[in-house]
């Protein structure tokens, strides 16, 4: 009977430390180097299923989706008055279609000093709800020197074990060399 109970409990210990090893979370993150002049600083964050469909924006610059105050009055969504502006997002979430009050849940304030940038996704959607185990992709994507775009993307599934995330990176315009620096050393970590 004593070994039956020391068995069960070494399987029972075992089971938790092999569930122990899958990933909640996804964390990724950047330096990020506050960049002078217009049409720069401006970045999103967000994650889609298998479908492309975004399940999760968890941030787009204020800018981007707010415009700016001009001159006394607010311009139209920043996106609008600037084209390139996190256009992968712009196309994908169908942001025309979102409400203001949408929008305001994700979009932050864009960083006055330069320094790493942090965000967790907790494997939920916009809503709050558990999306479904499958396959998802995480992207990275900052704009800059009003016309430049750098988007980082990179494939996971919900039951993967805690790693990295091989991101891939892909520019609209490689000419434009001023302000890349704005966005470094990219991760996403399965944790």
């Given at each position: 009977m004593i070994r039956?109970?020391?068995?069960?409990?070494?399987?029972?210990?075992?089971?938790?430390?092999?569930n122990a090893?899958?990933?909640?979370?996804?964390?990724?993150?950047f330096d990020y180097t506050k960049q002078q002049g217009p049409g720069s600083n401006q970045y999103g964050v967000w994650i889609?299923?298998?479908?492309?469909?975004?399940?999760?924006?968890?941030?787009?610059?204020?800018?981007?989706?707010?415009?700016?105050?001009?001159?006394?009055?607010?311009t139209?969504?920043?996106y609008r008055f600037r084209p390139t502006c996190v256009q992968t997002w712009v196309s994908h979430a169908k942001a025309d279609e979102l409400t203001d009050?949408?929008?305001?849940?994700?979009?932050?304030?864009?960083?006055?000093e330069s320094g790493k940038q942090t965000f967790v996704w907790d494997f939920t959607d916009n809503?709050?709800?558990k999306v479904a185990d499958?396959?998802?992709?995480?992207f990275i994507e900052a704009t800059y020197f009003q016309k430049g775009v750098t988007t980082?993307?990179?494939?996971?599934?919900?039951?993967?074990?805690?790693?990295?995330?091989?991101?891939?990176?892909?520019?609209?315009?490689?000419s434009v060399t001023e302000h890349k620096d704005m966005v470094q050393n990219v991760k996403a970590v399965l944790k």
């Open positions: 039956f109970l020391i068995c069960s409990m070494a399987i029972c210990l075992g089971c938790s430390f092999a090893q899958n990933s909640n979370k996804l964390e990724v993150s889609e299923n298998a479908k492309g469909d975004v399940v999760k924006t968890l941030f787009i610059t204020s800018f981007t989706s707010k415009g700016a105050n001009r001159g006394g009055h607010q139209d969504r920043g009050s949408q929008i305001d849940g994700f979009t932050g304030a864009t960083p006055k809503d709050g709800n499958g396959k998802y992709k995480v980082y993307c990179g494939d996971f599934s919900t039951t993967d074990k805690a790693s990295e995330i091989k991101l891939s990176v892909s520019e609209n315009d490689e």
